[in-house]
C-alpha cells in the first residue's frame, strides 16, 4: 500500500510542538476559534492556500489544519545544529534569498509528490489587512504539476499581533475558518491557472470577510 501520510517523526514532532506550544498559545493567548477543521483531507498531497499578515500564521495554520504543512524558511536556518533537524522534521525547507519563488516551488513539490500538505500564502508576501488583493498563480501551478487538491483558509486578526515598534506579540483575538476543498486545475495553462487562483482567492476573502 502507497504511503499517504507524512514520515511518523515529522508526525510525532509536529503534535509534541502544536499541542505543548502552539494550541495553547492560540486559544489561550490569543483567545482562537477555530471553524470547518473537520473539511481538512487527513492524507494525500494538499495545497494549503491562505491570506498573509503575520510571521505567526505558518505556525498557526499548521496547527489548526491538524496535520503538519511544509514552508519555506530562511537558509540561515539551516545552518544551526540541531535547530536544523528540527524544523525540517517540521516541514520546513531552506529557500535562499534573491531566488523564493523558484526554489520554494521546486522544493513544495518535492513535499506534495511525497503526500504531504505544503502551505502558499497566496499574495506571496504580507498584506496590511490580511485580504488577499493579489493573487499570485504558484499554487494553482503546484496543484497541476501533482494534481493535489487546494484547501482556502481564511486567517483573521494576524495582522493585529505586532504593533508598529513593539517587539511582542499583541493578544488579540484570531479566527481561523478553513473552507471547502477545491479540485485541482486539469491543465496548467494560464488560463486555467488564474480561474483556479481567482477561486481560492474568493474563497479565502469570502471566509475573511464573516470576520470574528
Request: some cysteine; proline content about 7%; hydrophobic content about 45%.
Amino acid at each position: 500500500m502507497p504511503k499517504t501520510r507524512e514520515p511518523f517523526a515529522s508526525l510525532l514532532l509536529y503534535h509534541l510542538f502544536k499541542w505543548s506550544v502552539v494550541s495553547p498559545g492560540l486559544h489561550l493567548y490569543f483567545r482562537g476559534r477555530i471553524y470547518g477543521a473537520e473539511r481538512v483531507p487527513r492524507g494525500g498531497a494538499l495545497v494549503v492556500v491562505s491570506n498573509h499578515a503575520s510571521d505567526f500564521d505558518p505556525l498557526l495554520l499548521s496547527s489548526c489544519v491538524g496535520r503538519p504543512v511544509a514552508y519555506m524558511a530562511k537558509e540561515e536556518l539551516f545552518q544551526v545544529p540541531v535547530l536544523k533537524q528540527a524544523i525540517a522534521l517540521y516541514g520546513a525547507y531552506p529557500v535562499k534569498r534573491g531566488s523564493a519563488d523558484r526554489s520554494a516551488l521546486r522544493a513544495a513539490m518535492g513535499f506534495l509528490e511525497q503526500n504531504w500538505a505544503a502551505g502558499v500564502f497566496l499574495t506571496g508576501t504580507r498584506t496590511a489587512d490580511g485580504r488577499v488583493t493579489d493573487p499570485k498563480l504558484g499554487a494553482a501551478w503546484l496543484a497541476a504539476k501533482t494534481q493535489a487538491p487546494l484547501l482556502p483558509v481564511s486567517l483573521w486578526g494576524t495582522h493585529a499581533i505586532f504593533r508598529k515598534g513593539s517587539a511582542l506579540p499583541r493578544s488579540v483575538p484570531l479566527t481561523i475558518r478553513i473552507g471547502e476543498v477545491i479540485a485541482p486545475p486539469r491543465s496548467s495553462d494560464r488560463e486555467t491557472l488564474e480561474a483556479v487562483t481567482q477561486q481560492c482567492a474568493n474563497a479565502i476573502n469570502a471566509l475573511h470577510d464573516l470576520g470574528r
